[in-house]
Every structure is written in structure tokens, then in C-alpha cells.
């Protein structure tokens, strides 16, 4: 035992010394520190800090080394006597003006970089995000299309039955697609409960919440890749809800917008037709797997851990089908089904997908596992038709 404790105060200090010798050093260390900022409002940022960090420790130095000299010099032992007095009006207005000035310093840059970030006018482009329990939804409302962006990490590497990825949580299969050098102007919103879009590279945070749309903005002036995390508590799948943005160049996010306009013409839905039970059952496998199998699993087995129960012979999949369409519109919380204006607790209310969505994945569920409801299909005039 003695001889461990000398080898732990060995170590102790070697690690103090470095620590005293090569302060810089500790603090490059990236888990330490702010990411390398790739907006110029992260970079002020960091460097608000920066200054306002060396103002506390000149201050602190400043503080307690008048303190302890005081306390050295004028120690008893060495036959100082206490001086008595009362109200010295010099020491008064100095220690009152010089924290005011110090203050005044911090100030400006302060109010500066805050005023920056909160300057979103003359945008190069405008973006809606939508916080959905869990995932995000991305408008571009000049060009008029929309995505959703789901966490992308597998199923088996949550639950340990895979070794963990380089983006481990961090990783969406739609992200954000921005050009660089462009004023980038966020609208941010929430469809259930409050979330908070969070990009750290980008010095940006913005809180979602349901019934506002609170703006925000950023300009990347590298390519690359950043990941951010939802960091808003927001119910069990808090953790699974990752922030992606790609910057690309300009002419290679003119060739993706190309892509992406040419994919939404090609998929277009049409809610007005009737479509045939295969076609919604290949859709809404697609729907359900993208939204609905991290609870109730891909094979309806479901979830007893998080109450998601099976959908494997289950009586609302397999009766009437306006219950079903209710259940999966509104949502559920402990069997009655919420009145359109409300939202689900048990079961999340699902009315921010198309009604061809919901008709699909309805249909899918009716016609997968073994299941084999009387009213196979859901058409989209009966999601419809519920949804008013």
C-alpha cells in the first residue's frame, strides 16, 4: 500500500508539473475547448471569451495576491497593530469607479458579438426548421421543398451488437445542405415539444418551441461537414435527434439543389388518386421504417422497454381502419385517441406527414407480419378526410 501511494503522488507531480509548465498545451486539447470555429460569429465568440477569461484572471490574480500580501505583511507575529478606521471616501469611489470600468470594457465586445448574432437581415437564403420527437424537418422556402433529417447510426450499434462508428449518434441520412460563403437565414420552430437546434461550429443555438418561430443565422466560410445535437431535453429519444450540416462549394450545392428538385418532381404524390394496395405497402414500408421502427421495431414485434406495444395481431391494426387512421393522425396517450387540435403522449401524433405517407404506413401495417386486416387498404382521401 505505501508503496502505491508513493507511485500515485509520482504521478500527481509529473501531472501538476506538466500541467504548471505547458498550460497552452492542456487547453489546445479539443475535447477542452470550443470546435474550431467555421462562421465569423463563432470566432467572435470564441474570442469573447478568450478576453473576457483573461480579464477574470487578471482580476482574481489582482485580488487575492493585494490579499495575501496584506495578510503576510501585516501579520501579527510580527508585531503589526490594527490600524482603526472608518469610511475612507477614497477607498470608496475607487473600488466603486474601477469595476465599473472594467465592466464597461466587457461591455463592448459583449454587446458587439451579440448584436452580430442576432443580425439576420439581407439573407442570401432562408431555411425552416422543425423540431419533431425525434427528428428534424428542413424547408427551403425559396426553392419549395422539404426533408426530414432521422439519426442514421444503426439500431445494432445502440443496442451494442456492433462496434460504435466514427460518428457514433452524430450521424443523419438527410443532412442540411447549405453553400458556403452565404448569409444562411434559420427560422426555428417545434411541432410537439422544445427543442433546440444547436450547431457549435457555427456559435449558433437556437431553442424550437411549438407556436413560435424564433430566427437565427449563420455564414460557413469552409466545406466540410458539422455536427450538432438537439440540446433541449425533449422526451426518450432526446439523444437521438443529431444536427448535420454539409457545406458545400456553390456549384456543387447548385448540382445538389438540381438533384433535389429533379427527385421531388419524380416522386411527387398524388393524394387525390387511388392507389393500389402493393404501391402503398412498398411506400409505407419506406415511411414506416424511416419513422416508426425505432419503437415498434422493423418486424411489429415492438418495444415493452419504452410501452411501444406489438403490432403483430394487434386489434387497432387489424379493425376498423378510421380508428387506426385517428390513433396514427393525433396520437395516443393511455388508449384514448386526442381530438385534432391536441397532440399524443403514449403515441405521438404523426399529422406532420402527408397524407400519403400515413396511408401508406397504415396500409403497410395492415398487410405485414402475418397481419391480414378485413379493410386492407387506406386510401389518402380517408386520411383526409380525418385530418379536417
Known amino acids: 500500500m505505501a508503496f502505491r501511494r508513493t507511485e500515485l503522488a509520482r504521478w500527481i507531480a509529473r501531472a501538476a508539473t506538466a500541467a504548471l509548465l505547458a498550460p497552452g498545451a492542456a487547453f489546445a486539447v479539443p475535447a477542452w475547448n470550443f470546435q474550431p470555429p467555421a462562421t465569423p460569429v463563432a470566432a467572435e465568440i470564441i474570442n469573447l471569451h478568450s478576453l473576457i477569461f483573461w480579464i477574470c484572471v487578471v482580476i482574481f490574480v489582482g485580488v487575492f495576491g493585494t490579499m495575501f500580501y496584506a495578510l503576510y ?39 458587439k458579438t451579440i448584436l452580430a448574432m442576432h443580425d439576420t437581415s439581407s439573407p442570401d437564403m432562408t431555411i425552416k426548421v422543425t423540431g419533431y420527437q425525434w427528428k428534424w424537418g428542413y424547408d427551403y422556402v425559396q426553392e419549395g421543398f422539404g426533408y426530414y433529417s432521422t439519426l442514421a447510426t444503426p439500431r445494432a450499434q445502440i443496442e451494442g451488437r456492433e462496434p460504435k462508428g466514427e460518428h457514433y449518434l452524430l450521424e443523419v441520412d438527410n443532412p442540411l445542405v447549405v453553400p458556403v460563403d452565404s448569409k444562411v437565414r434559420v427560422l426555428v420552430t417545434a411541432n410537439d415539444v422544445i427543442h433546440a437546434w444547436w450547431v457549435p461550429a457555427f456559435g ?185
Not at 490594527?82 to 473600488?95: D, G, L, M, R, S
Not at 455564414?219 to 422526451?235: F, P, S, T
Not at 397532440?343 to 404506413?361: F, H, I, N, T, Y
Open 73 to 111: 505583511k501585516h501579520r501579527k507575529s510580527v508585531g503589526h497593530q490594527a490600524v482603526q478606521f472608518h469610511e475612507n471616501t477614497t477607498v470608496e469611489v475607487i473600488w466603486t469607479v474601477i469595476p465599473f470600468l472594467i465592466l464597461l470594457f466587457m461591455a463592448y465586445p459583449a454587446t
Open 204 to 388: 449558433l443555438k437556437q431553442d424550437a418551441i411549438p407556436g413560435f418561430v424564433r430566427d437565427t443565422w449563420f455564414r460557413a466560410d469552409k466545406v466540410g461537414i458539422y455536427r450538432g445535437q438537439c440540446a433541449e431535453l425533449c422526451g426518450k429519444e432526446h439523444g437521438f435527434m443529431p444536427v448535420v450540416v454539409e457545406v458545400k462549394s456553390k456549384d456543387d450545392y447548385a448540382k445538389w439543389l438540381g438533384e433535389q428538385k429533379q427527385k421531388l418532381a419524380a416522386a411527387a404524390d398524388d393524394p387525390n388518386k387511388t392507389w393500389d394496395v402493393n404501391d402503398l405497402v412498398a411506400r409505407g414500408e419506406q415511411v414506416f421504417n424511416a419513422n416508426c421502427a425505432a419503437c415498434h421495431q422493423p418486424s411489429g414485434t415492438g418495444n415493452a422497454a419504452i410501452g411501444a406495444p406489438p403490432l403483430v395481431n394487434d386489434k387497432v391494426v387489424l379493425g376498423d381502419k378510421k380508428h387506426q387512421v385517428d390513433v396514427v393522425l393525433f396520437g395516443q396517450t393511455g388508449g384514448v385517441v386526442q381530438p385534432a387540435s391536441g397532440g399524443g403522449g403514449k403515441m405521438p401524433a404523426w399529422k406532420q406527414l402527408s397524407d400519403v405517407e400515413l396511408a401508406s404506413v397504415i396500409t403497410y401495417t395492415r398487410n405485414s407480419w402475418g397481419n391480414k386486416a378485413a379493410e386492407n387498404a387506406v386510401q389518402p382521401s380517408d386520411v383526409k378526410a380525418e385530418r379536417k
